[in-house]
């Protein structure tokens, strides 16, 4: 992999409100959007190929920034509802214009973004200004022609789905039918039509009739690629819920229940936080569904519902530091997963600004590095290696001395090219591979 590009994301406020929050693809990996605490949205175009370089493929620039949400306040239950852009999901492109769906934690929006590079000129009722003429002056008619003028885009609001949730909403999902997608929150997973915003379908309701029986939470939900009547749940125990919306209305018993059992020789106080699932995505040929617990990436087989076929340790070199990581929240971070295009790997992030990335075929691993250094253009990444106790290598990183404040959670992968985008807080890191190796 080598070093493409860097955008910083900045407010100028130093509020925070510049950390990326979610970062996504479009289905053809031309454009790349990212969301952010302050509530706005990026999106980034790639460069068609320049002439002179046939075999450099074209870089992502800002294409258009747009505010997606704003602070509210809940006034009966005395709730401040903060901006952050949860999850973005674009919809697969049926004409010239592009749409997204963003959300925070309770509204969804469906965004158009459109491009204008004429403007009608020469109407016969209103002059240059816009202003209508004095009729008695008209005595001829004229065409009126489309002029070239410097490229805008346009981004308008064109739907918007509010109160459909209850508890802060974690994720969206488009179906493959593209006509409805789903939003979950903790408890409840909702089905919307695109077309309509003043109703929704729950088909999820995992919520107690006491809350105090309250045992776990909705911590991720998606669409399966192909088939869409399928969808997965993940859960804060560990476990992923297959349903299928052909067998009920209310999905609230199973189809399938993914679950490995625990290791007594491993239970300890923290088993449960860090068996927690903080994301679930169907590979592309919907076969397999990845998830990511605090300390593993695991692949499961969609027939084969009492192990993983696979599991990937991230940093296991953590699990001896889990009561700090407790005792400084970190132990709660929720990092996310990706697949390249062809399903054979998977990558996901790590404190340090580390991310690191599976080989499903050949069995290897590499750990690399999002930094300033690494993102200089043609700058190959290192990997690098963290060491717990005992000898160091020259290059080495003591588990000791790694940063915690810097974690990449978000990431994706470009859906059909070996290029990825890594957020490190306000920084978007884009690599890629220019040689087409594996994971080098």
């Known amino acids: 992999m080598e070093g493409e590009s860097i955008y910083e994301v900045d407010s100028g406020d130093g509020l925070g409100a510049d950390i990326i929050s979610t970062v996504e693809f479009n289905h053809t990996g031309e454009l790349l959007a990212t969301g952010d605490k302050g509530g706005r949205v ?7 190929e320049s002439k002179n370089e046939p075999y450099s493929q074209g870089e992502y620039n800002v294409y258009s920034t747009f505010q997606s949400h704003e602070p509210e306040f809940d006034y009966l239950k005395s709730l401040e509802i903060e901006e952050k852009i949860n999850k973005i999901k674009w919809l697969p492109q049926q004409n010239a214009a592009h749409s ?90 909702n089905l919307w039509h ?100 605090y300390l593993t990436v695991k692949v499961w087989d969609l027939n084969m519902e009492t192990k993983p076929v696979e599991t990937y340790q991230v940093h296991d070199y953590l699990r001896s530091k889990l009561c700090s ?13 990706a697949w390249n295009g062809s399903d054979s790997v998977i990558m996901t992030g790590a404190y340090n600004n580390f991310f690191r990335m599976f080989d499903r075929n050949t069995k290897r691993d590499v750990t690399l590095e999002a930094s300033r250094e690494s993102s200089k253009p043609r700058a190959i990444l290192k990997p690098r290696r963290v060491c717990v106790g005992g ?11 790694l940063d915690f404040t810097k974690k990449i959670l978000h990431t994706a992968w470009h859906p059909t090219e070996n290029i990825i985008a890594i957020a490190a807080t306000n920084n978007l890191y884009i690599f890629q591979d220019k040689v087409n190796s594996e994971m080098h």
């Open 100 to 189: 997204l769906l963003s959300t925070n934690d309770k509204t969804i929006k469906l965004w158009k973004i459109t491009e204008r590079d004429k403007r009608p000129e020469g109407y016969n009722l209103k002059d240059e200004e816009g202003k209508l003429k004095d009729l008695s002056t008209v005595t001829s008619l004229q065409v009126p022609v489309l002029k070239p003028m410097d490229l805008m885009v346009e981004v308008t609001p064109r739907r918007i789905f509010a109160n459909g949730h209850t508890y802060h909403v974690n994720s969206i999902s488009v179906n493959s039918d593209c006509e409805t997608y789903m939003s979950a929150d903790d408890l409840r997973i």
């Open 194 to 293: 695109l077309a309509i915003t003043d109703r929704s379908f729950n088909i999820v309701d995992i919520k107690p009739a006491n809350m105090e029986d309250l045992t776990e939470v909705i911590t991720a939900s998606e669409f399966h690629p192909h088939h869409c009547n399928l969808f997965v749940y993940s859960s804060s125990k560990g476990s992923l819920r297959l349903c299928d919306m052909r067998a009920s209305a209310l999905c609230d018993k199973h189809s399938k229940l993914y679950e490995e059992p625990e290791d007594p020789s491993n239970r300890s106080f923290f088993s449960e936080i860090i068996s927690s699932v903080s994301d679930v995505k169907f590979s592309h040929s919907g076969r397999y569904m990845l998830t990511r617990d």
């Open 391 to 401: 000898k160091r290598r020259k290059d080495d990183i003591s588990v000791d001395s």
């Open 42 to 48: 990026v999106i980034f175009q790639r460069e068609p």
């Open 325 to 337: 990581l407790y005792e400084n929240d970190c132990i709660f971070d929720k990092f996310e997963c």
